[in-house]
């Protein structure tokens, strides 16, 4: 291969680099947009009454998180519940587990206090939302 070969050889494969890169950053992207993380279009807070379960599954001195309805509840002392959205306020990202009292943003690492909804460690800088619950029947209903 001649030393004018090897160099344009090169160029394509630099080109296709890059092209390979831009897909994967617009991808990237596109799974932290602000609309919804899950693809289905939801608001942060629920508009209407959601039922969360038997309201025995929130711990006294604990908290649970709803994933599929994006939302947190936590019981400090027993009857009394707030319920915050589970949506990061950074990039709309839903969290994925509570470590020791903190909501843990899986996308860029964002953490907030389930008994506050205060963010506890950035990127985001704004707090969740607090949502309505309320206990009835046994059952948690929130919004």
Do not use: W
């Not at 209407?48 to 936590?74: M, Q, T």
């Amino acid at each position: 291969m001649s030393a004018s070969q090897s160099a344009a050889r090169r160029t394509v494969l630099k080109g296709a680099a890059a092209l390979a890169g831009a897909v994967g950053a617009g991808a990237a992207l596109t799974a932290c947009s602000t609309e919804s993380s899950s693809g289905n279009g939801s608001p942060a807070v629920p508009a209407e009454p959601v039922e969360l379960g038997a309201a025995a599954e929130v711990p006294v001195g604990g908290a649970k998180l709803y994933r599929e309805k994006k939302l947190i509840v936590s019981c400090q002392e027993a009857g009394q519940y707030k319920a915050f959205s589970a949506q990061c306020t950074h990039a709309g990202c839903v969290l994925d587990k509570i470590v020791k009292g903190e909501g843990n943003c899986p996308c860029h690492g964002s953490r907030f206090d389930v008994t506050t909804g205060k963010v506890l460690q950035g990127p985001a800088t704004d707090p969740l939302p607090e949502v309505p619950v309320r206990a009835e029947g046994g059952k948690l209903i929130a919004g």
